[in-house]
């Protein structure tokens, strides 16, 4: 079996298809068997305050996807957009694998798998803020 396995700390809450969903008292693993079942951890999800960065704000849009609150579709447009943008910015080999990958997941319909790919950029992105201060 292939798939998704999450794996929940106690009382850990995850967002799937719309639904939430809380672990119980013990650590416990789910296995998502589902093809293009939308899977959000909450206590990765980036909140609308928060989202005060170029990166921060692109994870936003996939976010929001996996969250049902927003159309692939457009969201696609606006992730291929934003990407294009970080591309210009983040330019060493990393960052250019990442975006890659988050464009190639997009392209697919995979957005937590973009997901993944671009929050792996907002160390990188902290440190050049924190830099250019």
């Not at 980036?46 to 005060?52: C, L």
């Not at 579709?73 to 943008?85: M, N, S, V, Y």
């Not at 983040?90 to 929050?119: C, M, P, W």
Request: glycine share 6%; with cysteine; hydrophobic share 40%.
């Amino acid at each position: 079996m292939s798939g998704l396995v999450l794996k929940l700390g106690p009382k850990e809450r995850v967002l799937i298809n719309g639904a939430v969903i809380e672990n119980g008292d013990r650590r416990s693993r789910l296995s998502i068997l589902t093809q293009g079942a939308n899977i959000l951890r909450l206590r990765d999800a980036i909140h609308p305050e928060e989202v005060n960065t170029p990166v921060r704000r692109v994870c936003y849009i996939a976010q929001l996807v996996l969250s049902g609150d927003a159309d692939p579709d457009e969201a696609k447009l606006q992730l291929f957009r934003g990407i294009e943008q970080l591309s210009q910015v983040l330019t060493d080999h990393d960052s250019r694998t990442q975006l890659a990958q988050a464009t190639e997941a997009i392209a697919e319909g995979q957005f937590y798998q973009a997901l993944k790919s671009l929050r792996a950029l907002l160390p990188r992105e902290e440190r050049l803020m924190a830099s250019a201060r």
